[in-house]
């Protein structure tokens, strides 16, 4: 697909993404997925216009395999697995064209988990584990000292890590009545990994500006979790 923007204007730019997707399915027992998405950006120069992102999944439903005992107590099983991609455009769509060293932020996410049921699926369950690294991070950041002025950069690394957990339960059902209840339980802890810039004396990017004060109450800096206060003591 194809997005124009200020297409009556004299500056047109314009985000052109191509997709392709595979599956595979064996027996409804084992799956494979593959994903491919290259993206363009009239913003960036063109000999750096251009950025391929990857995905692939996998997916094991055990309880399917002929060595499942019947009516075993874990009534379905399933273990899967993925890598994926994707890039981040959203705070360079308004932008004129942009340096030849700046990209995208690429966001690569690792997770696994499995998906169960219990008791003929009366509670039925899904934990996950995520890792995502946020890389090519873009921030304004202070060139160096005498001038007073910021410059748009790839400046750095952040990790998210998290579990996600998910119980649902079927307490009734007849055929009037269905009575359901469901639990979903998440954790994610961020870090902000590396920060770059040229000034030896750069203590962080500030945000959060406070109306009518002219001071930030945020900072993003290494080793410290992102949007961390930043305040008096």
């Known amino acids: ?135 090519d991070l873009l921030q304004s950041v202070p060139i160096p000292p005498g001038f007073n002025n910021f410059m748009l950069t790839n400046t750095g690394i952040i990790e998210h890590k998290g579990w996600e957990i998910s119980l649902h339960t079927s307490l009734a059902k007849t055929e009037s009545l269905s009575w359901n209840i469901g639990a979903h339980l998440s954790t994610i802890k961020s870090n902000v990994k590396e920060l770059v810039a040229d000034d030896p004396d750069f203590y962080g990017i500030s945000s959060g500006f406070i109306t009518g004060t002219g001071s930030s109450i945020f900072i993003l800096r290494e080793g410290y979790s992102p949007q961390s206060f930043y305040v008096f003591q």
């Open 1 to 135: 697909y194809r997005i124009f923007f200020n297409r009556e204007g004299s500056d047109e730019r314009q985000f052109t993404s191509f997709t392709f997707s595979k599956g595979y399915v064996f027996k409804d027992i084992y799956f494979l997925n593959y994903n491919f998405r290259n993206d363009r950006s009239s913003v960036y120069m063109p000999e750096n216009r251009s950025f391929d992102y990857h995905s692939l999944a996998a997916a094991w439903k055990m309880h399917n395999e002929s060595f499942w005992p019947e009516d075993f107590f874990l009534s379905q099983l399933k273990m899967r697995a993925s890598y994926s991609q994707r890039g981040n455009m959203t705070n360079l769509l308004g932008s004129y064209t942009l340096p030849v060293n700046i990209t995208p932020e690429l966001f690569t996410t690792i997770n696994g988990g499995i998906d169960f049921g219990l008791f003929r699926d009366r509670l039925t369950g899904r934990i996950t584990y995520f890792s995502t690294k946020q890389s």
